[in-house]
């Protein structure tokens, strides 16, 4: 009987969890020197690890593009992408 309650516990804490998982957003636009130079066109969050991918391009057509972990770390971009994005709590 015991088993089954912390069982239950355990599994009822670890779908909470993952129901108030959040995930990165992508900001509207990078800024260089205090300046907005690069906009977001789109976006997308990866179906193999939750990670999301942001893509940016500025006046003169050159692009970057940002991922990040769904913890919201930088996980690989350009050097001017910001080293942490916005979570939304929403999940994703």
Known sequence: MMFTSRFTILALLTFL?????????????????GVATYELVNYSVKDVNGFTECDYVDKKGDTVT?????????????????????MDTYGC
């Open 17 to 33: 969890a993952g129901v108030n998982a959040g995930c990165a957003t992508c900001q509207q636009t990078i800024e260089v020197n």
């Open 66 to 86: 940002c991922e990040y972990t769904n913890v919201g770390l930088l996980e690989d971009g350009d050097e001017v992408c910001p080293q942490w994005s916005r």
